[in-house]
């Protein structure tokens, strides 16, 4: 991997443990990560995750398919 390429993440599943990942990543705000993608299989999970990243998710998809969160991390 290029020094100078950033990590894509995908999160699978947005309950009380991926959001809290997802927060933290996207607190440190580090140059060679990035979240890309968020799923899961239900929307209130999603909507709780959308609010808690809400300053971090300006481009993060949200969705309740996991093929697609991780298709956007390839």
Known sequence: ???NQK????????GRLG????????AKN????KI??????TQKSLDRAKETLKGFSNNITF????KK??????
């Open 36 to 41: 890309v993608s968020i799923s899961s299989p």
């Open 1 to 3: 991997m290029n020094k």
């Open 63 to 66: 969705t309740r398919d996991n």
């Open 7 to 14: 990590i894509k993440i995908a999160i699978i599943g947005a």
């Open 19 to 26: 959001t809290t990942i997802a927060y933290i990543i996207a």
């Open 69 to 74: 969160a991780a298709a956007e991390a390839n």
């Open 30 to 33: 580090q140059d060679t990560i």
